[in-house]
C-alpha cells in the first residue's frame, strides 16, 4: 500500500488558493505542479455556462422542431451540470494523490501513478472494443 503523508501548510496554501480559480491552468505541460490543476467547481461551470448560453440562445432562435429544440437544451445543461461533479471528483483525485507523492509533485508525477494510468487505459480501451464491436457489426452482412 502507498504510504500517506501529511501536506504541509504551503502545499494547503496552494491548493486553497487555486481552488479560487475559475479553470485549472490553461496549457499545462508535465512540469505543471499538482495545485496548479484545481479549479472552483462552481466558478469553472459559471465559465463554462457562459459559453453554453450562446448555444441555448442560437437553439431558441433558429431551432423550429420542438423535439430537437428540447433535447439539445436538456443536453447543454446536463454537460454544464455535470461538470460541478466533474470538476469536484478531478480535484479531490489531485488532492489525494498529492498525499501519496513527494512536495513539489508535478502532472508527470500524477499520471506516471499505476491507478491513473490503469484508469486511463481501461477508458481507451473500453472505447477501442465498443468501436470495434459497434463497426464490425454495422459492417458484417448477414444472410
Not at 481552488?19 to 461551470?45: E, G, H
Not at 508527470?108 to 463497426?135: E, H, I, P, W
Amino acid at each position: 500500500m502507498s504510504s500517506y503523508r501529511e501536506l504541509t501548510p504551503k502545499e494547503n496554501e496552494a491548493i486553497q488558493k487555486n481552488l479560487q480559480n475559475f479553470m485549472p491552468k490553461l496549457f499545462s505541460d508535465y512540469s505543471t505542479p499538482l495545485p496548479q490543476l484545481l479549479a472552483s467547481p462552481l466558478k469553472n461551470t459559471f465559465f463554462l455556462s457562459l459559453i453554453a448560453l450562446p448555444i441555448l440562445y442560437l437553439n431558441h432562435k433558429y431551432n423550429p422542431d420542438r423535439f430537437y429544440y428540447y433535447l439539445i437544451n436538456v443536453f447543454v445543461i446536463g454537460v454544464v451540470l455535470f461538470n460541478i461533479y466533474g470538476r469536484h471528483m478531478k480535484n479531490q483525485n489531485i488532492i489525494e494523490s498529492m498525499k501519496r507523492l513527494p512536495e513539489g509533485a508535478t502532472k508527470m508525477d500524477y499520471v506516471s501513478q499505476t491507478a491513473v494510468m490503469s484508469n486511463r487505459l481501461g477508458r481507451s480501451r473500453g472505447g477501442l472494443f465498443l468501436g470495434a464491436g459497434l463497426s464490425g457489426g454495422m459492417l458484417g452482412k448477414r444472410r
